[in-house]
């Protein structure tokens, strides 16, 4: 059965204070890992979809990473409106189109 | 692009009562979900279709639960009866191009 678990559950950093969030999944195969961001009453909204291990994407003030096992979204200098649940996700091979998200990594930012 | 709407995005009801949760996918997207959002167990997909067909409903918790999709721009999910434990956020998710997601903004279900 796909899993995929965060870490930690939730981070308070100051505003320019850099650190990363980790998602590590265990999935018979991986079609691509995708990173969400959900603020509070919304829906997730898409962020970066990685494909392989080795890959590397970047949107402003985040960079997300992915190895065999585990994929890492860094927050650089990061902002107050950057506050929100980031939320990861997994999709297996081809057999079945569901994502397999984790519990999310609840970030706030402090003035 | 109005994106994916979800009706309502808020309801209360008594234990008991039949619930029924609305969704219009992004147009031309032949992919359709919907996920529940809990505190304790994060986003669970319950049941998805492809072209209005379901394909894997495993996710759905009870006989309780029922989806349809009449067409390719609507779709429903009903609960009957609800109980205080169906209290969560419904999400519907639809799926255009390869690997694409697109989530509703969500309907707050609690259910007293």
């Known amino acids: 059965e796909d899993q995929v678990t965060q870490s930690p559950e939730a981070l308070r950093l100051q505003e320019g204070e850099s650190s990363s969030l980790n998602c590590s999944y265990t999935?018979?195969?991986?079609?691509?890992l995708f990173w969400y961001r959900q603020d509070p009453g919304k829906g997730p909204e898409f962020l970066f979809t990685l494909y392989s291990a080795g890959e590397e994407k970047e949107k402003e003030r985040l960079k997300a990473t992915l190895t065999k096992k585990e994929s890492f979204l860094h927050i650089t200098a990061p902002k107050p409106e950057d506050s929100a649940t980031y939320l990861c996700?997994?999709?297996?091979?081809?057999?079945?189109?569901?994502?397999?998200f984790g519990t999310g990594t609840r970030l706030t930012i402090i003035p | 692009d109005a994106g994916v709407i979800q009706s309502p995005r808020h309801e209360v009801t008594e234990m008991g009562q039949e619930v029924t949760l609305r969704c219009k996918p992004i147009s031309g997207h032949d992919y359709l979900f919907w996920y529940r959002q809990t505190m304790m167990r994060g986003l669970e997909l319950l049941i998805y279709f492809n072209n209005n067909v379901p394909i894997d409903d495993s996710g759905m918790p009870e006989d309780r639960f029922s989806a349809k999709m009449p067409n390719a721009s609507f779709s429903t999910l009903k609960i009957q009866p609800s109980e205080p434990r169906d209290s969560a956020v419904y999400f519907c998710?639809?799926?255009?191009?390869?690997?694409?997601?697109?989530f509703g903004s969500g309907t707050r279900l609690t259910v007293v």
């Open positions: 999935v018979s195969g991986l079609r691509g």
């Open positions: 996700a997994v999709h297996a091979n081809f057999g079945n189109e569901k994502l397999t």
């Open positions: 998710a639809s799926r255009g191009g390869p690997l694409v997601y697109t």
